[in-house]
Every structure is written in structure tokens, then in C-alpha cells.
């Protein structure tokens, strides 16, 4: 079946059943690692020959698992994937990778650990700043990421293997990017419903199966074969945490305008930054998973300063919007929070000072993670589209 | 019914250390108008407070004021305001009651004290300090308030490595070193924009004051494991700040808590329980509703003795040898870094892995000889409730012990049914003599269970 099919038919293929591919490498011996969030770094897994499984929601599916896990009043996007972990959806994960990316994962991932036995399982601390000695500790902590690898693979680690595997994850994202420019086209040539779904279907692929895909899917683009329409429609861009789920999307889309942009987990935030080539990969790998744009780390323009200047420290904060509301050419912008999400949540009035002082119109929305949830805000949605000159 | 119109035994030696909360508050406004900085600071589990103490820089916890305003039922107009200025209402309450204050005090009052703040009020500060110890909220609050104030925020890390990994004698040498690094960085900082040097002896002082004071309340409270308990968590909540925030002397803090200890220790010997009779002896997890804590009396007139709270508002467990670390910062470092890790060994030799917030509770539910366990589950605090569904069927798993849980918050009165908790309060009491009963016939758990 790999053979046969290509871009975005393979793509529909893999949503189809993500584990499928999975349970395939792994009767040849693979070992698949499971992981939440962009602050896990797959090159170390890639280079010990591990498969990094992205483990994803369902908004579909009912939470009926969490009872003895996780409260109501909890990130709903992380309740519903270890639901789905719970329910067997992930029965083939061999090891779990979780990350202090946030205090909801570090937590969760303790109570995950003394619920389901894994052979393999890491918790990696992380600092919430860009301190030179906390990115010391970060290093440090990848360092130990690495040999608990090696440990429980037994095998070693060469530098070389951890270099090839990086050049292979930049080969990667840039290819993400390269999808994205195609986005810059109006109308785009890829819409963000299909944008997901291809990213939704890398996330559970090897490095190199998903570069193909994406290079398949490239072509099929340029070449005008998923374009969806070519009526002029709004372009927005959506930020949040984590969007994995078509539904919103699809709202957005409903109302005759295009997600052309984003700066989420699954999309922009994951792919937009490479892993600078260092003489130490691993120097190159902190520096490069410390300074995601994710709002759990906290940036201040003047380390130490004694007076704060706001207008400069939104800046330092959203300046990368910014720049993608520019160069795609953004006439609205969702702000979408998944309710419970704190490192979101404090942002958003100040992310709205910033879009405000760059005259560009904005919506805040908040969802629970639910397809249900999003019917209330179907009419805010469509009133602000309509307003949009 | 209730048997007994009974009432909570408050501490006479609570209300001197309780009045240490009003004087925290009145050294930052007498600071204010004398013209000497006040800092604002989150709790940082004694990260910061010594190095405060010994800069001689006053400071004010709002998360500590946000509860105080809560207390006094005035929480609602921060609230909405806090609101109407576009934050989630989800956010952590205590943030956004200081939101509020401080969005009313920029917008409606020129940059005043507000004339309604509880206790006078909060002074503005010359800085801030954020920690990223326990919740997201901590890391982000401070900084959200720079629409309002140019004041600048300190942002302090800690470690917080998982059970299996502080076994790690690497990963106890990096976290060390980060926390280590963290203290000098902020001493530095400090330094800086205080233009004055720490004085390093008076520094040590202030660590060897907060270690005996952290002792000597450890071992007040290991008192209460006594049958029947003479300390109900209302006076344990009381008696809170003038170890977790350091507020006022530190060495008549110490005065107090020694008189303190006499108190109870005097109860222990007499037999006199905080509830008599003291029918149920219970854990409490985490924060309690500021706004109705009238509520335990009600809960006391049925008996209900609350024996002991979260590992979070407790003293760390006395770590052996501190007094041999002679370099000053080495020793704060582990006493802090202590706080969160100082149940690791205990959660790992039973194979769980949230050594602290959840697996703790265990502990406590054995030695402190519970019948059961009241989780007060926050619409607002992430932190103090995610271990809750956990905790609950760990408590049950390992001991039998059954527990009640009431949604409400920490501050928002609106969420919290107390009428309705209390109906479900008499349905639990079934549950706690069913499982007494059980763990009787089953010999469960073996050694240290007392029951009732």
C-alpha cells in the first residue's frame, strides 16, 4: 500500500488508521515512543532508530476514561489524548516521552507513569526562561534524555548518527515551511483544513517517510491538484496552543474564508525553527527546543531590567506574528484558547494590545475541545468574518 | 443531625502568629510611604524569602493578599474587573483578584491604593518576583500586569525533577546547581537595583532562622497525629504565613511557634481535641474556600476533625546534615529543593510516580490516622487540583480510605455550594464508618492505622 499511493491520497490513507504504518515498522523490529508536545526532541529518538508517535485527540470521542486520571477543570486537549491512550488507541507504544513543557504535562505525565507500565518511560525537565544557566540545566537534561535512550535500546549514540538525524528533521520542517509558502498564493494552494490533515499525517510517520509525503504533496499542490477553490476568500490566521482537530478549522472555512496562516503546536510553532548545526548537536538541540514561540516560556526583552517597557516586551513576545500576518498576507486573526490552558491564557489580552497596535482585527475565542463546543461560537465567528473589509 | 452544638478549640498561640499576616501588610504601606521599595512576590517554597529578608527589602505575596481579600468577601469587584479587561475567567483566582486590583488601582485611582482594599491595601512595588515552582499561573501572572505597570519582574526557576530521576545523582547535580545558580542570580539582580551588597552573614542568619523555625513548626504539627487531634486546619491556615512567607521577625516568629508547640503539646497530654468528640478525622486537599471557611465549623459540629492538609502548605521534612553545608547558598538550595522532592523515596518504593501534591497524602492518611479525605476540587487552581481523581483511588487503593469531593475556588464564592456540600457531608460520614469498619475486619493497613 506504501508503494501505491502518494500525497494526498496517502495522506487520507494514513488518517485512516495513524497506526497502521506503526504496527507495520514495529513487526520488523521498530520500537514506537510516544509524545505530546513540540518540546520533545524527536531527533534523539529518530537517531536511536525509535518511531516518535505524536499522540493526538479525538474531539469526537467522549472522555470516559479519566475518572481516576485527570479532573474536569484540566486542559481539555491533554485529558482527551491520554483518554484515547486509555482507551487503547495508542496499545502499540512501546516507551513515553513526556516534557515540563507545561504544568498540566508534567503533572499528568506522573499520574500516567503509575497508571500504565511502559517499558520505556522519560520525564524531561525543562526551564521556563531563557537563563544562559537554566539552558545549562536544559543540556544537561537532553544529556540524560540520551543515555536513558541508550540504556534501554542498548545501544549507542554516535555524534554522527544524532547529526544525520538532525539534518533529516531540518529536512523535514523545511519542507513544512515550503508547504506553508504555498499558502502566501491567494488564494492559497493548499487550504488549512488539507494543511492539517498533512501535518496531522507526519506526526506519526518516520522522518524520512514523512519528507516523501511532503514532497509528494508539494508537487501535487504546485501543481493545483488540492486546491480546494479559487474564489477569493478572508485570509486569518488562527493562534493557540494546540490544534490538531479539523472541526474549527473547517468552521473558519465554512465562512468562506482560508486559515492561510498559524501559529500552533501541530503547525508553524513545531516546524519553523531548525536545529542549528554545532559542533556539540546537543548545544544546537537546547538552544533550538528553549526558544520555541510557545507562551509556557517566559521572554523578556532586557534580562534583569529595573523598568519595564511593555510596548517593547510585546514585541519580544509577538513580534513573529507579526511578521506572518505580513508575509501571508493575514486579514484577521483567531485567537483560539483551549479553555483551562494558563501559558495561553494570560496572554491573551496583551496578545490583543499587540494585534490592536498593528491594526489588525482580532477574535478570541475559547473552546473546550469538544466539536460540540464550538456550535456556540459559530455566530461570533461568522460576525467577525463578515466585518473584515 | 448533629449531636452536639460543638464548636472548633482555636489555639490561643495562633492569634499572635496570625496577627503576623496584618503586620506583613503594614510594613510594605509603611515602607510605601517612608519611601523604601516593597517587592511583590510569588511563594517560592523559601527559594527567595531569605535573600529578601536579608536585603531588608520588604515584601508582599498578592497570591497571600488575593486569599485575604477573598476572606473578607470582597473579591468580587477585582473579579470583574479582572473580566472585563479580557482575561479567562478560568485563570488562577488569586491572579485574578490582583489583575482587578491592580487595573483599578492604574485606571480608577491614579495609581493608588484602592480606598476599599482589605488591610489597607497593596503597596506598588519596585519589582516583582515570579517562580516557576507548581503552576503555569506563577510564571505568567507578573508578567501579564505590564499593561498596567512598567514594574520589572524577576523571573526565579526551580528544578522539579520527577520520582525515578531525583534517584539520579545526575539529575540531583544539575538540579542543585540550577537552583543554586538561581539564588546568586537574583542576589545579583537584587544587589543591582537596590545599590547595597548583600550582607552575607546576615544572610546566614535568616537561613539559620528559617531552618529552626521550619523545624519547630514540622514537629508542632506532628502533634496533631495525636488521638484525638488538638489542631484543626482552620488554626494550621492561621498559623501558615509566618513560616511559608517569612513575614515579620523571623526570631519572634520562632517565640511564637515555641509557644505554639507548648499549646498543643499541653492538649496532647490533657486529651483535648480541637472537635469534641471528635467522631472523623480528615485530610484536606488543597486550598480551602477563603470566602465561607465558617463552613468547618458547621462540618465540626458533626464531628469532623481536619488533622492535616497538603504537603504544599506544610513544612518540608527535617533533611539531616543541612547544618554541615557551610556554604550558605549550598544549604538554601537544598532546603528548597527538599520541599518538593522530600517524598520521592517514598512514592518510588511503592511504585508511584507524583511525589508530591498526590502520594504524600498517603502518608499522611496512615500516620495522621484518617478516616477520610475532603478534596476540594478549584474551578480556578490547575495546580491544586490536578492530582485530585489520582489521589482519591490511591487513597483508596492503598488504604481503603474514602474520600468527598466539593468543586468550588479558592476565591470565587459563586462556585461554591456549601448548603449542598454539607448535605453530601452527612451521606460521606456513612462511607467513613463503612471503610473504619472494613479496614477493622481486615487489619488494614497493618501497623500505624489507629482507628478512631
Same mark, same amino acid.
Given at each position: 500500500m506504501l508503494d501505491t499511493l502518494h500525497g494526498m491520497s496517502r495522506v487520507s490513507q494514513v488518517l485512516a488508521d495513524r497506526s497502521a504504518r506503526i504496527r507495520e515498522l514495529k513487526a520488523q523490529g521498530k520500537k514506537a515512543v510516544g509524545y505530546f508536545c513540540s518540546y520533545v526532541p524527536v531527533e534523539i529518538l529518530t537517531a536511536m532508530d525509535l518511531v516518535p508517535v505524536r499522540i493526538l485527540g479525538d474531539m469526537d470521542e467522549p472522555v470516559t476514561e479519566m475518572d481516576t486520571v485527570l479532573?474536569? &477543570?484540566?486542559?481539555p486537549f491533554l485529558r482527551n489524548c491520554i483518554n484515547t491512550v486509555f482507551r487503547g488507541r495508542y496499545d502499540f507504544l512501546d516507551g513515553v516521552v513526556g516534557a515540563h513543557s507545561c504544568d498540566a504535562q508534567e503533572k499528568s505525565i506522573h499520574v500516567w507513569k503509575s497508571k500504565i507500565k511502559y517499558e520505556f518511560y522519560h520525564y524531561l525537565d525543562m526551564p521556563a526562561t531563557l537563563h544562559p544557566w537554566g539552558a545549562d540545566m536544559y543540556r544537561s537534561s537532553l544529556e540524560k534524555f540520551k543515555s536513558s535512550c541508550e540504556a534501554w535500546t542498548g545501544k549507542p549514540l554516535s555524534g554522527e548518527a544524532l547529526e544525520a538525524s538532525i539534518l533529516a528533521h531540518n529536512r523535514h520542517r523545511s519542507l513544512v515551511r515550503e508547504l506553508y509558502e504555498l499558502k502566501r498564493f491567494d488564494p492559497p494552494l493548499v487550504s488549512g483544513s488539507d494543511t492539517l490533515r498533512i501535518l496531522t499525517a507526519i506526526s506519526g510517520l518516520p522522518v524520512d517517510e514523512g519528507s516523501a509525503l511532503l514532497e509528494a504533496v508539494i508537487q501535487e499542490a504546485r501543481a493545483g491538484k488540492i486546491q480546494a477553490d479559487t474564489q477569493d476568500k478572508k485570509r486569518i490566521l488562527v493562534v493557540g496552543a494546540c490544534l490538531d482537530a479539523l472541526p474549527l478549522i473547517r468552521l473558519i472555512e465554512d465562512f468562506d474564508a482560508d486559515v492561510v496562516m498559524d501559529d500552533n503546536c501541530m503547525g508553524a510553532r513545531t516546524y519553523f525553527r531548525d536545529v542549528s548545526i554545532t559542533k556539540d548537536p546537543m548545544q544546537g538541540l537546547a538552544s533550538r527546543y528553549l526558544d520555541l514561540t510557545c507562551a509556557r516560556t517566559f521572554r523578556e526583552t532586557v534580562a534583569g531590567e529595573f523598568r519595564k517597557d511593555h510596548a517593547a516586551d510585546l514585541e519580544t513576545r509577538f513580534a513573529h506574528l507579526g511578521n506572518y500576518i505580513e508575509k501571508w498576507r493575514v486579514e484577521g486573526v483567531v485567537i483560539q484558547l483551549v479553555r483551562f490552558c494558563d501559558p495561553f491564557g494570560y496572554e491573551v489580552p496583551e496578545l490583543k494590545d499587540y494585534l490592536n497596535s498593528i491594526n489588525i482585527p482580532n477574535l478570541y475565542l475559547e473552546t473546550?475541545?469538544?466539536?460540540? &463546543?464550538l456550535a456556540p461560537l459559530k455566530t461570533r465567528l461568522q460576525t467577525f468574518l463578515e466585518t473584515l473589509l | 443531625m448533629p449531636t452536639d452544638t460543638i464548636k472548633i478549640k482555636r489555639l490561643k498561640a495562633m492569634y499572635r502568629l496570625r496577627a503576623k499576616v496584618d503586620d506583613m501588610y503594614t510594613s510594605g504601606l509603611e515602607a510605601m510611604k517612608d519611601g523604601r521599595p516593597v517587592a511583590w512576590s510569588m511563594v517560592t517554597w523559601w527559594h527567595a524569602d531569605p535573600v529578601f529578608k536579608a536585603m531588608d527589602l520588604e515584601v508582599v505575596y498578592p497570591e497571600n493578599y488575593a486569599a485575604m481579600v477573598a476572606a473578607s468577601g470582597k473579591a468580587s469587584r477585582y473579579l470583574d474587573l479582572c473580566d472585563a479587561d479580557g482575561f479567562p475567567t478560568h485563570l488562577c483566582g488569586y491572579s485574578r483578584i490582583n489583575l482587578g486590583y491592580v487595573s483599578r488601582m492604574v485606571n480608577g485611582c491614579a495609581g493608588g491604593i484602592p480606598p476599599e482594599a482589605p488591610m489597607g491595601g497593596l503597596p506598588k512595588p519596585v519589582m516583582m518576583l515570579s517562580h516557576s515552582m507548581l503552576c503555569d499561573a506563577r510564571v505568567k501572572w507578573f508578567q501579564s500586569l505590564g499593561r498596567y505597570m512598567d514594574t520589572p519582574v524577576w523571573m526565579m526557576e526551580t528544578a522539579l525533577p520527577g520520582v525515578e530521576e531525583w534517584n539520579d545523582p545526575d539529575v540531583r547535580k544539575w538540579s542543585l546547581k540550577l537552583v543554586m545558580d538561581e539564588i546568586e542570580q537574583f542576589i545579583a539582580y537584587l544587589e543591582r537595583m537596590l545599590g547595597r551588597k548583600l550582607n552575607r552573614d546576615r544572610y546566614d542568619e535568616m537561613l539559620s532562622d528559617m531552618i529552626t523555625l521550619s523545624r519547630l513548626a514540622y514537629k508542632t504539627f506532628e502533634l496533631r497525629k495525636a488521638t484525638p487531634c488538638p489542631m484543626h486546619s482552620r488554626d494550621f491556615w492561621s498559623v501558615m504565613p509566618p513560616y511559608l512567607y517569612m513575614s515579620g521577625d523571623l526570631k519572634d516568629s520562632i517565640d511564637c511557634y515555641q509557644a505554639l508547640y507548648d499549646e498543643v503539646e499541653q492538649r496532647v497530654a490533657s486529651r483535648i481535641g480541637a472537635v469534641e468528640p471528635e467522631k472523623y478525622r480528615l485530610l484536606f486537599a488543597e486550598l480551602p474556600p477563603w470566602h465561607s471557611l465558617e463552613f468547618f465549623d458547621r462540618l465540626a459540629e458533626r464531628g469532623w476533625n481536619f488533622v492535616k492538609e497538603s504537603w504544599a502548605y506544610n513544612p518540608p521534612r527535617p533533611l539531616e546534615g543541612l547544618e554541615d553545608i557551610s556554604d550558605p547558598v549550598e544549604r538554601h538550595a537544598r532546603f528548597h529543593l527538599h520541599?518538593?522532592?522530600?517524598?520521592h523515596a517514598d512514592a518510588l518504593a511503592d511504585d508511584e510516580y507524583m511525589g508530591y501534591l498526590g502520594y504524600p497524602y498517603v502518608k499522611f492518611a496512615k500516620d495522621y490516622a484518617c478516616d477520610g479525605a475532603f478534596f476540594h476540587g478549584l474551578m480556578t487552581c490547575r495546580s491544586a487540583s490536578t492530582h485530585h481523581p489520582y489521589t482519591r483511588e490511591l487513597l483508596m487503593r492503598k488504604l481503603k480510605i474514602p474520600s468527598f469531593q466539593v468543586e468550588g475556588d479558592l476565591v470565587d464564592l459563586r462556585l461554591f455550594n456549601a448548603e449542598e456540600a454539607l448535605r453530601r457531608a452527612e451521606v460521606f460520614e456513612e462511607s467513613m464508618d463503612y471503610y473504619r469498619e472494613l479496614r477493622q475486619q481486615e487489619h488494614f493497613p497493618a501497623d500505624n492505622m489507629q482507628p478512631a
Amino acid at each position: 500500500m506504501l508503494d501505491t499511493l502518494h500525497g494526498m491520497s496517502r495522506v487520507s490513507q494514513v488518517l485512516a488508521d495513524r497506526s497502521a504504518r506503526i504496527r507495520e515498522l514495529k513487526a520488523q523490529g521498530k520500537k514506537a515512543v510516544g509524545y505530546f508536545c513540540s518540546y520533545v526532541p524527536v531527533e534523539i529518538l529518530t537517531a536511536m532508530d525509535l518511531v516518535p508517535v505524536r499522540i493526538l485527540g479525538d474531539m469526537d470521542e467522549p472522555v470516559t476514561e479519566m475518572d481516576t486520571v485527570l479532573p474536569t &477543570s484540566f486542559c481539555p486537549f491533554l485529558r482527551n489524548c491520554i483518554n484515547t491512550v486509555f482507551r487503547g488507541r495508542y496499545d502499540f507504544l512501546d516507551g513515553v516521552v513526556g516534557a515540563h513543557s507545561c504544568d498540566a504535562q508534567e503533572k499528568s505525565i506522573h499520574v500516567w507513569k503509575s497508571k500504565i507500565k511502559y517499558e520505556f518511560y522519560h520525564y524531561l525537565d525543562m526551564p521556563a526562561t531563557l537563563h544562559p544557566w537554566g539552558a545549562d540545566m536544559y543540556r544537561s537534561s537532553l544529556e540524560k534524555f540520551k543515555s536513558s535512550c541508550e540504556a534501554w535500546t542498548g545501544k549507542p549514540l554516535s555524534g554522527e548518527a544524532l547529526e544525520a538525524s538532525i539534518l533529516a528533521h531540518n529536512r523535514h520542517r523545511s519542507l513544512v515551511r515550503e508547504l506553508y509558502e504555498l499558502k502566501r498564493f491567494d488564494p492559497p494552494l493548499v487550504s488549512g483544513s488539507d494543511t492539517l490533515r498533512i501535518l496531522t499525517a507526519i506526526s506519526g510517520l518516520p522522518v524520512d517517510e514523512g519528507s516523501a509525503l511532503l514532497e509528494a504533496v508539494i508537487q501535487e499542490a504546485r501543481a493545483g491538484k488540492i486546491q480546494a477553490d479559487t474564489q477569493d476568500k478572508k485570509r486569518i490566521l488562527v493562534v493557540g496552543a494546540c490544534l490538531d482537530a479539523l472541526p474549527l478549522i473547517r468552521l473558519i472555512e465554512d465562512f468562506d474564508a482560508d486559515v492561510v496562516m498559524d501559529d500552533n503546536c501541530m503547525g508553524a510553532r513545531t516546524y519553523f525553527r531548525d536545529v542549528s548545526i554545532t559542533k556539540d548537536p546537543m548545544q544546537g538541540l537546547a538552544s533550538r527546543y528553549l526558544d520555541l514561540t510557545c507562551a509556557r516560556t517566559f521572554r523578556e526583552t532586557v534580562a534583569g531590567e529595573f523598568r519595564k517597557d511593555h510596548a517593547a516586551d510585546l514585541e519580544t513576545r509577538f513580534a513573529h506574528l507579526g511578521n506572518y500576518i505580513e508575509k501571508w498576507r493575514v486579514e484577521g486573526v483567531v485567537i483560539q484558547l483551549v479553555r483551562f490552558c494558563d501559558p495561553f491564557g494570560y496572554e491573551v489580552p496583551e496578545l490583543k494590545d499587540y494585534l490592536n497596535s498593528i491594526n489588525i482585527p482580532n477574535l478570541y475565542l475559547e473552546t473546550e475541545y469538544t466539536t460540540g &463546543s464550538l456550535a456556540p461560537l459559530k455566530t461570533r465567528l461568522q460576525t467577525f468574518l463578515e466585518t473584515l473589509l | 443531625m448533629p449531636t452536639d452544638t460543638i464548636k472548633i478549640k482555636r489555639l490561643k498561640a495562633m492569634y499572635r502568629l496570625r496577627a503576623k499576616v496584618d503586620d506583613m501588610y503594614t510594613s510594605g504601606l509603611e515602607a510605601m510611604k517612608d519611601g523604601r521599595p516593597v517587592a511583590w512576590s510569588m511563594v517560592t517554597w523559601w527559594h527567595a524569602d531569605p535573600v529578601f529578608k536579608a536585603m531588608d527589602l520588604e515584601v508582599v505575596y498578592p497570591e497571600n493578599y488575593a486569599a485575604m481579600v477573598a476572606a473578607s468577601g470582597k473579591a468580587s469587584r477585582y473579579l470583574d474587573l479582572c473580566d472585563a479587561d479580557g482575561f479567562p475567567t478560568h485563570l488562577c483566582g488569586y491572579s485574578r483578584i490582583n489583575l482587578g486590583y491592580v487595573s483599578r488601582m492604574v485606571n480608577g485611582c491614579a495609581g493608588g491604593i484602592p480606598p476599599e482594599a482589605p488591610m489597607g491595601g497593596l503597596p506598588k512595588p519596585v519589582m516583582m518576583l515570579s517562580h516557576s515552582m507548581l503552576c503555569d499561573a506563577r510564571v505568567k501572572w507578573f508578567q501579564s500586569l505590564g499593561r498596567y505597570m512598567d514594574t520589572p519582574v524577576w523571573m526565579m526557576e526551580t528544578a522539579l525533577p520527577g520520582v525515578e530521576e531525583w534517584n539520579d545523582p545526575d539529575v540531583r547535580k544539575w538540579s542543585l546547581k540550577l537552583v543554586m545558580d538561581e539564588i546568586e542570580q537574583f542576589i545579583a539582580y537584587l544587589e543591582r537595583m537596590l545599590g547595597r551588597k548583600l550582607n552575607r552573614d546576615r544572610y546566614d542568619e535568616m537561613l539559620s532562622d528559617m531552618i529552626t523555625l521550619s523545624r519547630l513548626a514540622y514537629k508542632t504539627f506532628e502533634l496533631r497525629k495525636a488521638t484525638p487531634c488538638p489542631m484543626h486546619s482552620r488554626d494550621f491556615w492561621s498559623v501558615m504565613p509566618p513560616y511559608l512567607y517569612m513575614s515579620g521577625d523571623l526570631k519572634d516568629s520562632i517565640d511564637c511557634y515555641q509557644a505554639l508547640y507548648d499549646e498543643v503539646e499541653q492538649r496532647v497530654a490533657s486529651r483535648i481535641g480541637a472537635v469534641e468528640p471528635e467522631k472523623y478525622r480528615l485530610l484536606f486537599a488543597e486550598l480551602p474556600p477563603w470566602h465561607s471557611l465558617e463552613f468547618f465549623d458547621r462540618l465540626a459540629e458533626r464531628g469532623w476533625n481536619f488533622v492535616k492538609e497538603s504537603w504544599a502548605y506544610n513544612p518540608p521534612r527535617p533533611l539531616e546534615g543541612l547544618e554541615d553545608i557551610s556554604d550558605p547558598v549550598e544549604r538554601h538550595a537544598r532546603f528548597h529543593l527538599h520541599v518538593a522532592t522530600g517524598y520521592h523515596a517514598d512514592a518510588l518504593a511503592d511504585d508511584e510516580y507524583m511525589g508530591y501534591l498526590g502520594y504524600p497524602y498517603v502518608k499522611f492518611a496512615k500516620d495522621y490516622a484518617c478516616d477520610g479525605a475532603f478534596f476540594h476540587g478549584l474551578m480556578t487552581c490547575r495546580s491544586a487540583s490536578t492530582h485530585h481523581p489520582y489521589t482519591r483511588e490511591l487513597l483508596m487503593r492503598k488504604l481503603k480510605i474514602p474520600s468527598f469531593q466539593v468543586e468550588g475556588d479558592l476565591v470565587d464564592l459563586r462556585l461554591f455550594n456549601a448548603e449542598e456540600a454539607l448535605r453530601r457531608a452527612e451521606v460521606f460520614e456513612e462511607s467513613m464508618d463503612y471503610y473504619r469498619e472494613l479496614r477493622q475486619q481486615e487489619h488494614f493497613p497493618a501497623d500505624n492505622m489507629q482507628p478512631a
